[in-house]
């Protein structure tokens, strides 16, 4: 695990970078049961707005989750929370690039939101917020 | 039986689902997404936060949608970590149904209990359904 800082308004979530491939996506269509089309058939998502397959976001949000969860654990297992809106597909040879920051705190230290977002080549796929129950974190 | 968007209703609870939680799913679920992060006091037998999207899918799968359907927004609020050897409960139901510029919304509560019955983790999730004469949405 990584050192922990103390939180405070501006500080920096660890980045964490992942690359996604169309074998990536089959395995996890394949773990989590959701063989949408779109995201595993070429030919059905050439005939969507999409033009190609495109990432679960729910794999893009794991990763997101990977970015908290190897920082602050006990706070964001027992209370926590993660919000996300995808904003722009994710697709086969993207590398994505998970940040984020404290932007609140509680008064008395005991929770804390970050903004977090994915990013690919600058331009946001996917934006929200992760609360952290501070008081729960024992490392 | 496949749903289309027309046949949803708000408050239209899905059948509950079950999910057992074993030490290949979570390894399985590791390797899908890259997840390599090592959880204090882990033996690798915890799951990472994010296998609550597969098995609240236990529920909201139990009636099979249209293809082509696109998840916009999610979120989830974690109340306790699951480990291998859970065995998970999901109920779901339809919160809220909206069109915005001409394209269906749907979105869907989930809430998970263990076999103790104790809460993990909470679920919401808003989804384009394409439109239910099966073409596909683009």
Known sequence: ?139 | MSLTYDQLTIGMRFPSGRFDVTDEVIARYRAATLDDVELPGDGGNTAPLMLAAVFTRAATNSIPGPRGRVLVKQSFHYHRPVVSGDQLTVDAYVEDLYQKRGRNYAVVRTSTRNQHGELIVEGLSTTIWPPSDGQTEN
């Open chain 1, 1 to 139: 695990m990584d050192q922990k800082p103390i939180l405070r308004p501006g500080t920096a979530l660890p980045p964490l970078t992942r690359r996604v491939t169309q074998d990536l996506i089959d395995a996890y269509a394949d773990v989590s049961g959701d063989h949408n089309p779109i995201h595993v058939d070429p030919t059905f998502a050439a005939g969507t707005r999409f033009g190609r397959t495109i990432a679960h976001g729910m794999l893009t949000m794991a990763f997101v989750a990977q970015a908290v969860s190897r920082w602050y654990w006990d706070a964001f297992s027992r209370g926590g929370s993660l919000e996300l809106s995808f904003l722009a597909p994710v697709t086969p040879g993207d590398e994505v690039v998970m940040d984020g920051e404290i932007v609140d705190m509680a008064e008395d230290g005991s929770s804390a939101v970050l903004e977090v977002r994915a990013t690919v080549a600058g331009r946001t796929v996917a934006a929200g917020k992760a609360t952290l129950n501070v008081k729960e974190e024992t490392g």
